[in-house]
């Protein structure tokens, strides 16, 4: 929990930093529409890095290593501002965080596997969209 939680919180909030006008269209109160885009990305670096800090004191190789290698896509999409490094920085992370997880309970791969093909069969049907999908938030 020392490094799931966070790792999972950071993540998350930086997710909505792409959909920020959206939001704020909308009418939503989502992390990045509250916080903006600096306040949001700040949050989800302290998140993270406390992740990676939680994961090195509970000795949680895969919490610790999973927030670790998300860490620097995070803070290079921090420092640009740029989509597509924001994109880049929450598939992978979020990616790679799956993929290390799933090595412990391999069922998680399979939900994973099974919620991306269900997603791209709805997005596809329902709006002819490709989504999710390489270089897609």
Request: net charge positive; proline share 4%; glycine share 12%.
């Amino acid at each position: 929990v020392l490094a799931y939680l966070p790792a999972v919180a950071g993540c998350s909030a930086s997710t909505t930093i792409l959909d920020i006008p959206g939001d704020i269209a909308q009418g939503a109160r989502t992390t990045g529409a509250v916080l903006g885009v600096r306040g949001t990305s700040n949050l989800a670096l302290a998140l993270v890095l406390a992740a990676v800090v939680g994961g090195w004191f509970a000795k949680d190789v895969i919490g610790f290593y999973g927030s670790l290698l998300a860490l620097p896509l995070l803070i290079k999409a921090h420092r640009s501002g740029l989509r597509t490094d924001r994109t880049a920085a929450n598939q992978v992370g979020i990616g790679v965080f799956a993929i290390l997880v799933g090595i412990r309970v391999p069922l998680l791969l399979i939900m994973v596997a099974a919620v991306y093909l269900v997603s791209r069969t709805y997005y596809r049907a329902r709006l002819d969209l490709a989504y999710p999908g390489r270089g897609t938030p």
